[in-house]
């Protein structure tokens, strides 16, 4: 049911402590059996231990608190293209298709959250904040992700014409 429209934007609601829907959007893909506290805890945790490596930096480019560094990997981590498989005349074909601003967002924290999550023997949260200071500087496995999906798409550009 592509294209339905939901409830979902108008309901979530900012996180209580940043006041920034998107983290809240985060914080809510983090959490599993439904236990948000968790996650917000894990998610804050990994805030704090952000902000505290970005005050060691003295670098001018680097982001001002957590909240931006937070934002600035998310950005660096969302595709603009990825790839599809499409069935024309009895065979596959890898197309490349532009990414909706929503998939964007979707793909990006499901890859950081993943990669953070494959990474075993230390809390969650140390885990999501070297993930996320890594992807704000456009490094890390997430980053690693993205540039793949953008390899294959221009890989397959050949095949654009089916979109």
Request: glycine content about 4%; some cysteine.
């Amino acid at each position: 049911m592509a294209g339905r429209i939901t409830k979902a934007e108008e309901q979530l609601r900012p996180d209580p402590r940043f006041n920034d829907k998107v983290l809240s959007r985060f914080i809510n893909c983090i959490m599993l059996d439904g236990k948000k506290s968790v996650a917000q805890r894990a998610v804050y945790k990994a805030m704090d231990i952000m902000a505290e490596r970005l005050e060691k930096i003295d670098n001018p480019d680097a982001p001002k608190d957590a909240l931006e560094c937070f934002h600035r990997a998310i950005e660096n981590v969302k595709p603009h293209v990825e790839v599809r498989s499409k069935r024309i005349g009895g065979a596959n074909y890898q197309v490349p298709m532009q990414v909706s601003r929503r998939r964007q967002q979707s793909l990006a924290f499901r890859w950081i959250i993943t990669e953070a999550r494959k990474e075993k023997g230390r809390p969650i949260s140390s885990k999501l904040a070297d993930e996320l200071f890594a992807a704000a500087r456009g490094e890390g496995k997430a980053m690693n992700t993205r540039e793949q999906i953008h390899r294959m798409a221009e890989a397959n550009r050949a095949f654009a014409h089916f979109a």
